[in-house]
């Protein structure tokens, strides 16, 4: 049962947004999102062999049992390079890319990043603003980065994140939204972490699962098996 806010008329409000760990079973919600926000949208394929890697995160947010957002960052010694972050169309504007991009900067510094980066389309206002809320700054473009249609991208840096200075602007931009940031369970999860091949689950035909076979190597077809089983699994 999902949780609801309370307004001061005493009427419910809009269900709690929760952070979570991006799980296989959140993995069609997810493409869902891709699809409709993405000219270039990434496979089940892709979606699952990112999540599952040591050097990333990926990140949900969910409003009772519905996904409405999703980011992932990877890791380069100090730095942390954010590949995606994405919102529901039917919920932008609810503060959902704040509370997303609040979990992942805390975790990247978390787990010591020094420095964070990513690219963003030069045409994306909505995107650029919150950007520069959260202190990146343009250092650079890419010519022809996206396609369909095609434009260059900016390339976008905050430094000295680690700070306390950093800190206090991260504090400041979660004390403006309209509730407190919610997370559970950012323990990487261990359905989403590489299976030895020589272990007996990975070679048992009752446990065969997306662990057991290199990703680069499951077909669509076979991914999706995989996730329609999954998403029944309660473990998952």
């Known amino acids: 049962m999902s949780a609801l806010r309370i307004s001061a008329a005493g009427r419910s409000a809009e269900p709690t947004v929760v952070v979570t ?8 919600a997810v493409l869902r999102i891709e699809e409709r926000t993405s000219s270039t949208p990434w496979s089940l394929g892709l979606l699952l ?10 990140l949900v947010a969910r409003e009772g049992s519905r996904i409405v957002g999703y980011a992932g960052l990877l890791f380069s010694l100090s730095d942390g390079h ?17 509370r997303l991009l609040l979990v992942l900067l805390r975790e990247a510094i978390g787990r010591g990043a020094t420095a964070v980066t990513l690219e963003v389309r030069a045409s994306n206002d909505a995107a650029n603003a919150l950007y520069r809320h959260f202190g990146f700054v343009p250092v650079g473009t890419r010519k022809g980065y996206y396609r369909n249609p095609q434009e260059d991208a900016l390339v976008l840096w905050a430094h000295e994140v680690d700070t306390a ?28 972490t590489p299976v030895d091949p020589k272990s007996p689950e990975a070679v048992s035909p009752e446990a065969v699962s997306a662990e057991a076979v290199p990703p680069e190597v499951l ?15 309660p473990r998952s």
């Open 21 to 28: 760990q991006m799980r296989r079973r959140h993995l069609r």
């Open 49 to 58: 062999a990112e999540a599952r890697r040591p050097e990333r995160i990926y």
């Open 82 to 98: 954010i590949t995606t972050i994405a919102v529901d169309p039917d919920r932008q504007g609810a503060q959902i890319g704040s």
């Open 165 to 192: 200075a950093y800190g206090e602007r991260l504090g400041g931009i979660e004390a403006g939204l309209d509730a407190p940031v919610v997370i559970e369970r950012l323990a990487t999860p261990r359905e989403l």
């Open 219 to 233: 077909s669509q077809e076979v991914v999706s098996s995989m996730l329609d089983r999954q998403e029944q699994d």
